[in-house]
């Protein structure tokens, strides 16, 4: 059982290039989510999906897209990258019955755009 | 939308003393606080949490408390040790169907001398 595993842990970008954050979880969660934790900050919500082909808006969506086909899998888009997306990025699942309230983290993606 | 405010931003402590950290949070429907911990480098992994519906929860050398009427929790660490030193983020969300969308405190970097 891997739980939740995010690729690339690593990546540099130049503005206004597009990449894809990869995310997958083994667990059959039906809820994934989205964060990103810029250096001595919170977590912030960026999407999130309580199943596949739902996806919802977080608190900072803006230059990101998602998309859920498959319960395991929960990419996130750049496009046009930019330096305030300079980050890193959390992948997170939950389960949809019983305890749900646990989120389980990757182990990010640390991105720098220059 | 929820905001969570987490003080102090650092706190450092000496090893076998008590640590607290206190958050605040806005919105009056919140029903579940969880604490996430995350050392250097690695992913943030829960070590407790607490529902509205009780007052005081307790894990070994750690407690959450609640006062839903000011809407304020705490996390105490009792006999602080060295692998106590991490990153603490306190967090608050309404369990619900859609999922477990937490609003994250900004953290409280902890760092327990031997």
């Known amino acids: 059982n891997a739980g939740v595993t995010q690729t690339p842990k690593f990546r540099i970008l130049k503005i206004g290039q597009s990449m894809t954050l990869q995310c997958t979880q083994d667990m059959n969660h039906n809820y994934m989510y989205w964060y990103r934790q810029d250096p001595g900050m919170g977590l912030k919500l960026i999407y999130y999906?309580?199943?596949?082909?739902?996806?919802d808006k977080g608190e900072v969506p803006n230059g990101y897209n998602v998309s859920r086909s498959t319960t395991e899998d929960f990419p996130l888009r750049l496009e046009l990258a930019a330096p305030s997306q300079t980050s890193v990025y959390f992948c997170?699942?939950?389960?949809?019955?019983?305890?749900?309230?646990?989120?389980?983290f990757g182990s990010g993606t640390q991105l720098s755009v220059l | 939308g929820e905001n969570v405010e987490q003080h102090p931003s650092t706190l450092s402590v000496q090893e076998g003393d008590s640590a607290v950290i206190k958050c605040t949070y806005s919105d009056s429907a919140s029903n579940y606080f969880p604490w996430y911990k995350q050392e250097l480098g690695k992913r943030p992994q829960l070590i407790i949490d607490?529902?509205?519906?009780?007052g005081e929860k307790k894990d070994q050398r750690i407690a959450v408390t609640l006062n839903k009427t000011a809407k304020h929790f705490s996390l105490h660490i009792t006999e602080t040790q060295p692998e106590d030193s991490a990153v603490y983020f306190c967090?608050?969300?309404?369990?619900?169907?859609?999922?477990?969308?937490?609003?994250f405190g900004g953290g409280t970097r902890v760092l327990v001398k031997p």
């Open positions: 967090a608050a969300s309404m369990i619900k169907a859609a999922g477990n969308k937490l609003t």
């Open positions: 999906s309580v199943g596949a082909g739902i996806t």
């Open positions: 607490i529902r509205s519906n009780v």
């Open positions: 997170a699942s939950s389960y949809s019955q019983g305890a749900r309230e646990k989120l389980f």
